[in-house]
T-cell receptor, first 113, second 117 residues
Framework: DGGITQSPKYLFRKEGQNVTLSCEQNLNHDAMYWYRQDPGQGLRLIYYSQIVNDFQKGDIAEGYSVSREKKESFPLTVTSAQKNPTAFYLC????????????FGDGTRLSIL | DQQVKQNSPSLSVQEGRISILNCDYTNSMFDYFLWYKKYPAEGPTFLISISSIKDKNEDGRFTVFLNKSAKHLSLHIVPSQPGDSAVYFCAALRSVNYGGSQGNLIFGKGTKLSVKP
């Protein structure tokens, strides 16, 4: 089945450590996105990538980094510089054709030990 | 400053009745609007969308209305079913000229819908 896979579903991190969240899609979508959701909040864009080897900062990119070496993969690293990393992280992808809806993975919940 | 606002954090409706979820936006450059449905611990699922050149789009029990002059859109669910209980997010975008690709979505904070049997 085509879709977006995020792993792991739950992730725990010690303070001061970097951690990488995985996102893989087999929908042949060019564009991929990372969002963060906090309780009672909407989704806020962290980073996005429209094509391989290119990515742009979203609204809350500080303390995060990404790479886009393959079309299928868009991993997100939460660095120790991110002061409040506990959140629900969602990855999405879409076609490059205008106005195609983004498809989301089931998310990764990151918690600080 | 919120560009997309969902002013009702929650809504409770009786099964079989109509559910109306509202969304307001401030940026007149938005030209495409989407509704997503989200269950706990899952990713949002695309529900229905509308382009700014239309004022209504219908898909089964779901209808989205757009009032551009008021910068307001609403999602109607008729009839409401218990399985519709979820958080509904309104999202908007301004299409960007980047090789024809989609612009970035701006999400509201969501409205939690509870449909009671």
């Amino acid at each position: 089945d085509g879709g977006i896979t995020q792993s792991p579903k739950y992730l725990f991190r010690k303070e001061g450590q970097n951690v990488t969240l995985s996102c893989e899609q087999n929908l042949n979508h060019d564009a991929m996105y990372w969002y963060r959701q906090d309780p009672g909040q909407g989704l806020r864009l962290i980073y996005y990538s429209q094509i391989v080897n290119d990515f742009q900062k979203g609204d809350i990119a500080e303390g995060y980094s990404v790479s886009r070496e393959k079309k299928e993969s868009f991993p997100l690293t939460v660095t120790s510089a991110q002061k409040n990393p506990t959140a629900f992280y969602l990855c999405a992808s879409s076609n490059r054709v205008s106005n195609q809806p983004q498809h989301f993975g089931d998310g990764t919940r990151l918690s600080i030990l | 400053d919120q560009q997309v606002k969902q002013n009702s954090p929650s809504l409770s409706v009786q099964e079989g009745r109509i559910s109306i979820l509202n969304c307001d936006y401030t940026n007149s450059m938005f030209d495409y609007f989407l509704w997503y449905k989200k269950y706990p611990a899952e990713g949002p699922t695309f529900l229905i969308s509308i382009s700014s050149i239309k004022d209504k789009n219908e898909d089964g029990r779901f209808t989205v209305f757009l009032n551009k002059s008021a910068k307001h859109l609403s999602l109607h669910i008729v009839p409401s079913q218990p399985g519709d209980s979820a958080v509904y997010f309104c999202a908007a975008l301004r299409s960007v000229n980047y090789g024809g690709s989609q612009g970035n979505l701006i999400f509201g904070k969501g409205t939690k819908l509870s449909v009671k049997p």
